[in-house]
């Protein structure tokens, strides 16, 4: 197939309501688009169409095996889709939506088993993105959406990101400006007892533990047992080999990196704290040191490296506080060989 997105401007109130238009016509009628979320662009069906959502699998190349997040606006389409509506959701969904939180409680019967990868829960959203909710309230059922990219790469955090890696495969993107969070949302199941990190995100284990109580986190990834497959070692990855290093002074960067010749003569640098200033501009980029900053700034720059061909990325080292979290935990599947 042949094909090049058209790519939708929301930038004046016009544009924003022909998108929401267009977009929703598509989604009616079964197809698969890109669309902006505050986190990362997704790849959306109507989470009630399992052809529509079986296409979103076929585009992403996505093994059966891993389920999707469903896209709600509000709390009474959220409790549609789940079999009971406990109390730690309430208070969750309170606090956190709408917002980079996905929820995951026992599905109840009008989602279709692709959406689930045919187990006996569901993962549920309420995005803050405005052209999102705007969408699926005009849409009126709520929207199947990994993130836009192909299964295992890195995730999509601008319309042309997506354009780039499935924009020959879907009809349309819409452009709702480049992602404010930066990194997929954190994901909690709330069907055990106490609950259970999934997924970290900018929303850290200690705003969450402040509701639960309690949390059980995955200090099991090396186990048999795959509770969620974003938790896969290797994930969210760039084309080239990502290594995390800390430098205490340039001079140690560099020697590193000559110990490491041909790739470290080409490597990109992204650094936060000690800065190369004797390295060529174009291979240095700079993310302040501010965990929120950091996460909005790091897929675009490792997209961008990607784009110039870089063999190796070394990342400086983050900080090992909650706020980094998710940050580093990106960071290490991505460096995972
Ligand atoms: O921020 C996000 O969550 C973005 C935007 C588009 O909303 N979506 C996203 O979707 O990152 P995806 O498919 O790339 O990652 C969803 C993660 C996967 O690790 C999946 O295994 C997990 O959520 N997940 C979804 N439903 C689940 C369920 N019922 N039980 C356990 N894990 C689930
Ligand atoms: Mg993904």
Not at 196 to 224: C, F, K, W, Y
Not at 235 to 242: F, G, M, N, T
Request: hydrophobic share 45%.
């Amino acid at each position: 197939m042949s094909m090049r997105a058209r790519v939708l401007s929301t930038e004046t109130p016009a544009l924003f309501a022909e998108a929401v238009r267009q977009a929703a016509a598509l989604l009616r009628s079964g197809g698969v688009i890109g669309i902006p979320t505050e986190t990362v662009y997704g790849l959306a069906a109507n989470a009630f169409d399992s052809e529509a959502v079986a296409r979103i699998f076929t585009i992403k190349g996505r093994p059966g095996s891993n389920p999707v997040i469903v896209h709600v606006a509000g709390r009474t389409m959220a409790q549609r889709c789940v079999k009971a509506w406990p109390e730690v959701a309430q208070k969750m969904a309170a606090a956190f939506w709408p917002g980079p939180l996905t929820i995951v409680l026992p599905r109840s019967n009008v989602i279709p088993d692709i959406v689930t990868a045919g187990g006996a829960t569901v993962g549920i959203r309420w995005p803050s993105h405005p052209f999102v909710q705007a969408l699926i309230q005009a849409c009126d059922f709520p929207l199947a959406a990994p993130s836009a990219n192909r299964s295992g790469e890195l995730s999509p955090t601008t319309a042309e990101h997506v354009q780039k890696s499935l924009g020959n495969q879907i009809p349309l993107i819409v452009d709702g400006g480049a992602s404010q969070i930066g990194i997929e949302s954190t994901v909690i199941d709330l069907s055990e007892s106490p609950p259970r990190l999934l997924r970290p995100g900018m929303i850290h284990a200690e705003s969450l533990v402040a509701i639960t109580g309690d949390l059980q986190t995955n200090d099991n990834a090396h186990s048999g047992i795959l509770r969620s497959p974003g938790l896969l070692l290797k994930h969210y990855s760039p084309k080239a080999r990502l290594v995390v290093w800390q430098w205490f002074e340039e001079a140690e960067l560099l020697s590193r990196l000559s110990a490491l010749e041909p790739a470290g003569a080409r490597a990109q640098i992204i650094a936060h704290s000690v800065i190369p200033t004797t390295l060529d501009a174009s291979r240095v980029s700079v993310i302040p040191r501010d965990a929120e900053a950091f996460a909005r700034a790091l897929y675009a720059e490792l997209h961008r490296c990607d784009e110039a061909g870089a063999s190796l990325i070394v990342v400086e080292a983050v900080p090992e506080t909650p706020e980094w979290q998710a940050i580093a935990d990106r960071l290490s599947r991505a460096s995972q060989v």
